[in-house]
């Protein structure tokens, strides 16, 4: 690929995704859906843009879901990863055992020969990390029950990977050694004896572990003090790679690999910097990754054959979701987090590719069984976005509504006055104060075992993702006088108040922020009720520290009153003129911030004295005359 | 016309019937401001300059309150404290107020009988506004009879609705400049002065 070509690859590849990607998400496809489909605008049978190297940039793309298991790794405690080893081995296990026996079963019946059938099975049972974690993510239900047991499941796919590829030669009759040879290449434990290999591997994984806890903390304080940013960028790629390599020298997958050295890392204090340093990149390579799927759907093998290539996609897909949910609801998810389960995962995954590819190495299985499957594999990924929104606008909906009629059969009638979106400890703590008042309420949360819990004590809670107008209107926004935006992340309370701004402009909006930065958006956004989230609690604790050093108690309460006033009033100032000076220095502008807020501070000359308890004037004015 | 400004100071308004029903029947007129102390400043927070710009944008302010221990209720105490500063008050340089006028519109639960040198209460209610009437005198304010609203305790709904009313007449006069000055000096209380209902 020459040097010119790289370039036309990486535009092309670039505006597609620039185009297509926001109109998605405008649309509320969210943006796997929006990569998948600009891989089939460029792709050979869209414009033609890209041709077979959509095969190779797929495999540098799978770098993606590394990163993304890093990542997600860094925001797992090892503590959680523990509690969830029940779900991962007994859920994820099972799935992948009766998903691959189901498969492979109805293979048999359609008359493909055993070995190959189990080949297929095993390869069909994966599931998709890349698409599902993302759009998880993306809606922010990585957390609820659903969430949790989808990537429980993930996770032991990920783990199973490893002896499949192990298994796949044995299936091979007879033709196993012409393949490997091929295999051998890629590891350096191959020609070792069982034992040394499994030494190697646990080895590989103690140096992950003992390295994460004794030598990364005193590498990167190394590194965080030479200040310079794109060395501890590079330090972060170094890392993951290693890690990959060595994952790939022992024979483990690199994604677990990666992941395991996020979970050791989550406790340090480099755990942000990590996270935003690798973000970036993982997010490019997986939109890649996802342009490259779509790119590779075969639309020709598709229209040659479609009755049995849509056939076999709803087959497979079927089949999944019925293991998934009926395994769902018999580990004890609700109705509603099992069906998340189900339409999360019925896809097949990325490592699909893989296997096949490797199988057909093998000689376990033709061209003329992998490449139809492979256009089965693309075509699961490209309708598990379109499962998941009929899972969010048509499904959730119904299940949320009956559970709520069900179980809140004492609720009064008539709209509650105030929807509280979010019922963490701050929204929890605001509903608490006005149920104690007699004040009805109606929440919105997206936490399943949060909501379960409040509907049993009587609550009206609506289940879902606040930021969609359609939940907003179900749960009453449009009776109600007051809306509480108390969510966890500022783009989700931004998001919210735009919605409700748009489709329901009578309501009064209370929201919370989090710093002064956000305090801005949501000022410009229209909010006049803006509540910073540490600002009362800092001032509480700054007129302590006051009462420390000797001032009265009742002076110190004074000063954090007017301090409150003031801050409040440089908060609006500061907006108008953050507009003013445009978008790039409010992205620079955290530093700057903080020196306006100083200057602004020294610049009001009474902030700490009440003029009318103060006789310092009294007696400079009757004091002469005496 | 007399700009009217209603200072109005009650804890626990809610509560209260005779001044929900007053504040209710309020007027609209266009020199006539009400400023709810307590809505306003919940925290006792009072916003010092705000305050300073109402009075001085006013002729006649008007301090209504329930009589607590013979006095206004804490925050009307923290307002005073707090707006009517030295050097804009009073003092030799403090000339905002100079040539306005104040006077206090009080309830009371006890009848008119209690508050008599022979009653309970031993003293008028003019007598125990003293410190009120001061303090507007220093600040160059006429200080003039209030307004009493007494025996709350005993008044029924049709009392209440024809105290509110009354209320409401007595601002509208004042407003319209209907009011005898010389007849409002020289009475016991605003509203027994003749005519000052009659307005409307």
């Avoid at chain 1, 897909?317 to 998934?324: M, R, Y």
């Avoid at chain 1, 007699?438 to 509907?455: A, C, E, I």
């Avoid at chain 2, 007053?22 to 400023?35: D, K, N, S, V, Y």
Wanted: glycine share 10%; net charge neutral; hydrophobic share 50%.
């Amino acid at each position: 690929m020459s040097g010119q070509s790289f370039l036309v690859q990486a535009f092309v590849y670039l505006l597609a995704a620039v185009v297509t990607v926001p109109v998605a998400k405008r649309l509320g496809l969210g943006s796997v859906l929006g990569y998948l489909l600009a891989g089939v605008v460029i792709g050979p049978f869209g414009l033609g843009l890209v041709g077979t190297e959509g095969q190779d940039v797929m495999h540098f793309a799978e770098f993606g879901v590394v990163m993304m298991l890093f990542v997600i790794g860094l925001e797992l405690e090892p503590s959680l990863l523990w509690r969830l080893r029940a779900p991962i081995l007994g859920l994820g296990g099972l799935q992948v055992l009766v998903t691959s026996g189901a498969i492979a079963g109805v293979a048999v019946a359609l008359g493909v020969e055993w070995r190959a059938a189990v080949a297929i099975g095993m390869t069909l049972s994966l599931s998709s990390t890349a698409i599902v974690l993302q759009t998880l993510q993306e809606k922010g239900l990585l957390k609820t029950g659903g969430g949790q047991s989808s990537f429980a499941v993930l996770l032991f796919q990920d783990i199973a990977v490893i002896p499949m590829l192990a298994i796949l030669p044995l299936l091979a009759a007879g033709h196993a050694p012409a393949g490997e040879a091929g295999h051998s290449a890629t590891t350096l434990v191959d020609g070792l004896p069982a034992w040394a290999r499994t030494l190697a591997v646990l080895a590989a994984v103690a140096v992950i572990i003992g390295g994460g806890r004794y030598l990364g903390r005193p590498l990167f304080r190394t590194i965080a003090k030479t200040h310079l940013r794109e060395l501890f960028t590079a330090a972060a790629l170094l890392l993951v790679i290693g890690i990959a390599l060595l994952m790939s020298l022992v024979g483990l997958s690199p994604a677990l690999g990666t992941f395991l050295a996020g979970v050791v890392l989550a406790n340090s204090e480099y755990r942000h910097e990590l996270e935003t340093d690798i973000e970036p990149f993982k997010g490019l390579l997986l939109g890649l990754f996802f342009i490259a799927v779509g790119a590779s759907i075969n639309f020709g093998l598709v229209a040659g054959r479609p009755g049995m290539i849509l056939g076999l996609v709803a087959g497979v897909v079927v089949v999944k979701f019925a293991v998934l949910l009926g395994l769902g609801r018999a580990f004890g998810l609700n109705r509603d987090q099992a069906a998340l389960l189900a339409f999360a995962l019925p896809q097949v995954g990325e490592f699909a590719f893989v296997l096949f590819s490797f199988a057909a190495q093998e000689g376990v299985l033709g061209a003329e069984i992998t490449s139809p499957l492979v256009a089965v594999v693309a075509l699961s990924m490209a309708v598990t976005p379109l499962l998941l929104l009929i899972n969010e606008r048509v499904v959730q909906p119904r299940l949320g509504a009956r559970a709520a009629s069900t179980r809140a059969p004492d609720a009064v009638s008539g709209e509650a006055p105030v929807l509280i979106a979010g019922f963490g400890s701050f929204g929890a703590t605001v509903g608490r104060l006005l149920r104690a008042n007699g004040v009805r309420t109606t929440v919105l949360d997206h936490d399943s075992d949060r909501v379960d819990l409040l509907r049993s004590m009587g609550l009206t809670v609506y289940y879902g993702d606040a930021t969609r107008h359609d939940l907003l209107h179900a749960a009453g926004a449009g009776q109600a006088r007051l809306l509480v935006v108390a969510l966890d992340s500022p783009e989700k309370t931004l998001a919210l108040v735009h919605t409700a701004k748009k489709h329901f402009p009578h309501l009064v909006i209370l929201a919370r922020a989090f710093d002064w930065s956000d305090g801005h958006d949501l000022v410009e956004a229209g909010v006049e009720h803006v509540y910073r989230d540490t600002l009362d609690t800092a001032l509480r604790l700054g007129t302590d520290a006051m009462r420390q050093l000797g001032f009265r108690a009742y002076h110190s309460h004074r000063a954090a009153q007017k301090f409150l006033r003031h801050d409040e009033e440089s908060l609006r100032e500061l907006t108008g003129k953050r507009r003013e000076a445009g978008y790039l220095s409010a992205v620079r502008g955290r530093i700057e911030e903080l020196e306006q807020m100083l200057r602004a501070d020294r610049a009001e000359p009474d902030l700490s004295r009440d003029e009318g308890w103060d006789a310092e004037s009294l007696r400079a004015d009757f004091g002469k005359s005496r | 016309m007399t700009r009217i400004l209603l200072l109005f100071a009650h804890p626990a308004l809610e509560k209260s019937r005779v001044h929900r029903r007053l504040l209710e029947a309020l007027p609209r007129l266009p020199g006539l401001t009400l400023q709810d102390l307590y809505e306003a400043y919940p925290d006792f927070d009072v916003d010092v300059r705000r305050e300073q710009a109402l009075l001085a944008s006013h002729d006649l302010v008007l301090l209504q309150h329930p009589f607590y221990w013979y006095s206004t209720p804490a925050l009307l105490k923290q307002w005073q404290d707090l707006v009517l500063e030295h050097g804009w008050a009073y003092g030799s340089n403090g000339t905002a107020l100079r040539g306005k006028r104040m006077a206090n519109v009080v309830t009371s639960g006890g009848g008119p009988a209690a508050y008599t040198r022979e009653g309970l209460n031993r003293f008028t209610v003019r007598e125990l506004l003293a410190p009120v009437e001061q303090t507007a005198r220093l600040c160059g304010m006429e200080y003039l009879p209030p307004y009493l609203i007494q025996g709350t305790h005993r008044m029924n709904e049709s009392d209440l609705a024809a105290a509110a009313e009354r209320y409401a007449r007595a601002l509208t006069a004042l407003h319209d400049d209907q009011v005898d000055l010389d007849a409002w000096r020289a009475a016991a209380s605003l509203d027994r002065v003749e005519g000052v209902e009659a307005s409307r």
